[in-house]
């Protein structure tokens, strides 16, 4: 019999260990871990597994929240961009007012530069938190691009974006070792890759 691999088994396991020890002391009377001390150690990590749900289901549920406002806001602030643009067409330095200004010629977009210090901030079952820095130099970034293979090579493939410098990255498989870095983009094209993470959830 192979030991459980999912925290669900591993927990129902050590569940079973424990009366399994307590209704048959005759048979197994000093148990190197005593029944309390497991069923207290699986308590631990009940108390730990629940807070963790509830933390990415905020986490993730927030996002969802915040997104959706920040879509509205970009809808209403672009809106009054666009009427007063056309407003004071022909006196265009009047946009200043509202921390605007006319649509600049000339100067060509740089690439964003490389994207720095990526880092796991929290991970779980199928899921994964990233959290990087953004570059130092190049031109201004339009979004972050996830990318992932597996660790014993193969081709780099898409499986993310964000415009911010935090990620949660869910439904990723179990029990395969990923290496993951991101890319600075906007419209000019994408900076270097990011140095990689490796994670096996």
């Keep these: ?3 459980p691999q999912t925290e669900p088994e591993i927990a129902a396991l050590a569940l079973r ?6 209704q048959a002391t005759e048979d197994f009377p000093a148990p190197p871990v005593p ?3 497991l069923e207290a150690r699986l308590g631990t990590f009940n108390t730990a597994d629940a807070a963790t749900v ?18 509205d806001l970009v809808d209403g602030v672009k809106a009054d ?7 004071v067409r022909d006196r265009p330095e009047k ?15 740089e690439v964003p530069g490389e994207v720095r210090d990526i880092g796991i901030r929290v991970e779980g079952d199928t899921w994964v938190v990233f959290d990087w820095k953004p570059p130092v130099d190049g031109g201004a970034v339009a979004a972050y691009k996830i990318q992932r293979r597996k660790r014993d090579g193969g081709s780099w493939k898409d499986v993310g974006t964000s415009v911010e410098t935090a990620h949660l990255l869910s439904g990723q498989p179990r029990g395969i070792e990923f290496e993951y870095r991101l890319l600075a983009v ?15 959830l």
Excluded: C
Excluded at 17 to 22: E, H, K, P, T
Excluded at 95 to 109: E, F, P
């Design 1 to 3: 019999m192979r030991f």
């Design 54 to 71: 509830v933390t990415h289901t905020t986490f993730r549920e927030q996002h969802v929240v915040k997104d959706e406002a920040l879509e």
């Design 17 to 22: 260990v424990v009366q399994g020890l307590r």
């Design 186 to 200: 906007n419209r000019a094209g994408a900076g270097q890759p990011s140095a990689t993470v490796t994670v096996v």
């Design 35 to 37: 029944p309390d001390e």
């Design 81 to 87: 961009i666009k009427y007063a643009e056309i407003a």
């Design 95 to 109: 946009l200043s007012q509202l921390g605007w200004a006319g649509r600049r010629r000339g100067s060509a977009l």
